[in-house]
């Protein structure tokens, strides 16, 4: 930005990549006082908008926003540091080919469905079952320990309550909850698939196992003897986590 955010618009250098009613995150380049991530928060820009080029400013919210608020919990837009950054995150309203930010909490719900619910409430304010036939799902870290070093995986990690990584520790602020979120490479991410009709006879072993590569991170899921019954695939594969730089 060429100027501090104000309360009410944010100075980019031009307005080309902004539309009326987009989502913004307007984020600080520089750490929290404790050596946190640094400070972020979600904004909308104004349907007054209609200006572009360089130098013009960029009004947020208005009677017209559903997004913008000047102050969130602890954070506000003016709490920011005079160095901030403001991103694009796409249509508020998504129709007419416009594409929504895709910021979606995923797992396994009733029926052995696959459900997405969008944290941002833009395409719904529920759970959108995304697959069926998704009988478990994990997820599992792959993290360069040595601190971003060489910027190569040498350890995986879970992700539970009781990890190092757990929601809690990378979600706390801190200087710690930093180094941990840069240490992360990679989500490796293992789902048990499960036929949509049973068999006569039982077809599956008793037990179903998960990173099976892993010693002390595998995850075991065990069969009744009715879903012995249905026929399953273990899948996993490895998303990359680039550009983790806070």
């Given amino acids: 930005l060429s100027a501090p955010p104000a309360a009410d618009h944010v100075s980019p250098a031009n307005l080309t990549e902004f539309s009326p009613g987009d989502l913004l995150l307007i984020a600080d380049h520089h750490k929290t006082a404790g050596g946190g991530p640094a400070d972020c928060i979600v904004s ?9 080029g360089t130098g013009t400013s960029l009004p947020l919210g208005g009677s017209d926003s559903t997004y913008y608020r000047q102050t969130i919990g602890d954070a506000s837009i003016t709490g920011l540091t005079d160095d901030p950054v403001v991103f694009d995150l796409g249509s508020a309203t998504p129709s007419g080919g416009a594409q929504p930010p895709a910021f979606q909490l995923i797992g396994v719900g009733d029926n052995n469905t696959l459900y997405g619910y969008d944290l941002l409430q833009v395409t ?22 040595t601190g971003n070093s060489n910027n190569r995986i040498d350890q995986w990690v879970g992700a539970d309550a009781t990890s190092a990584y757990s929601v809690a520790a990378l979600s706390d602020g801190s200087a710690n909850a930093m180094a941990l979120l840069k240490n992360i490479r990679a989500v490796r991410v293992a789902l048990i698939l499960r036929a949509a009709l049973p068999e006569k006879e039982v077809v599956s072993p008793e037990t179903l196992t998960m990173f099976a590569d892993l010693p002390g991170l595998t995850f075991t899921r065990a069969l009744t003897s009715a879903e012995r019954h249905f026929r399953y695939r273990v899948v996993e594969t490895t998303v990359p986590v680039r550009n983790n730089g806070f």
Avoid: C, N
């Avoid at 719904?124 to 320990?145: C, K, L, N, R, T």
């Fill in 44 to 52: 909308q820009a104004s349907a007054t908008l209609t200006g572009t």
């Fill in 124 to 145: 719904g304010s529920g759970a959108q079952a995304q697959a069926e036939g998704v009988f478990e799902m994990h997820a599992i870290y792959g993290i360069d320990s």
